[in-house]
């Protein structure tokens, strides 16, 4: 679950199916007919052949009421604990471009709104705040009335996005001012999105990224070629469209090739 969680192309609305599937996994292993117990069984001969250990039927129940449950117990209370709002996190799922239906079907023009208010739910809390004169009062974090509305609007945008990687899409729409401005409630719920700590597994990536780039052939790279090339590694889409081609091309063209000498 932890490698398909650490994906660049993680599906925020497969957490909650994911997370529910181990839980069960880890309960299945725990019958007395678990899979592991007949492999083990079915390994008997060899087992002890190999080793000074006597498989029986009563020490393996041993096994796995001293050991093999208690672990399966606290394993399942982590995982519980770490996915307490899995159904909010799966939530965000709703500003994958790949998810929205096509703009004449007839699910189009209701998609996205159940879950645009379990998010308000969640964070439409209101908050303290201060008038310019000093006066103490609370606001909405998110106005649900204007969230709802931006919504409406907005998944037709959604609809027209390449079917590209959901945390490239959201890093592009936060990062835009224009975006920001027509659409601030939508734009606040995507920056949460980009922190959500499901979402940062490119940190862990990108140490994986600089033991390939820095090794020890190439260990007198510096800081500034470095950070370049990890930019490249991490960033750039597996795919560029022809007009992308096009622009690295020039930009490349226009820087002097030939050293003075």
């Known amino acids: 679950m932890s490698r398909a969680l650490q994906t660049e192309r993680i599906d ?14 880890l309960d299945d292993a725990m019958l007395p007919a678990a899979n592991w117990v007949l492999e083990l ?3 008997k001969n060899e087992i002890e052949e190999v080793t000074d250990i006597t498989l029986t039927t009563e020490s393996i129940a041993t096994f796995q009421g001293q050991v093999a449950e208690p672990f399966s117990r606290m394993l399942k209370a982590n995982i519980s604990s770490r ?11 709703i500003f994958d471009p790949k998810k ?20 308000l739910a969640h964070y439409g809390a209101e908050l303290p705040a201060k008038t310019a004169d000093g006066d103490e009062y609370t606001k909405e974090a998110l106005i649900s009335r204007e969230t709802r509305e931006e919504w409406k609007t907005f998944r037709s945008y959604l609809s027209k996005k390449p079917k590209g990687n959901l945390h490239l ?14 659409f ?15 979402s940062t597994a490119s940190v862990e990536r990108s140490f994986s990224k600089m033991k390939l780039i820095k090794t020890r052939i190439r ?20 795919t560029l469209s022809s007009t992308q081609l096009n622009d690295i091309i020039t930009v490349l063209n226009k820087k002097p090739r030939q050293i003075a000498v």
Do not use: W
């Open 12 to 25: 925020l609305t497969a957490i909650t199916p994911l997370v529910d599937a181990t839980l069960n996994t």
């Open 83 to 93: 996915f307490i709002s899995q159904d909010i996190v799966s939530s965000f799922g």
């Open 41 to 43: 069984m079915d390994a």
């Open 100 to 119: 929205v239906p096509a703009a004449d079907s007839s699910d189009f023009h209701t998609y996205g709104e159940d879950l645009i208010d379990v998010l």
């Open 184 to 198: 601030p409630n939508i734009s606040t719920l995507e920056n949460i999105c980009l922190s959500i700590p499901v």
């Open 169 to 182: 899409q959201l890093k592009e729409l936060t990062t835009s001012d224009m975006l920001s401005e027509i």
């Open 219 to 238: 260990n007198r790279i510096g800081q500034s070629q470095l950070s370049y090339l990890m930019k490249i590694a991490m960033e750039t889409p597996e």
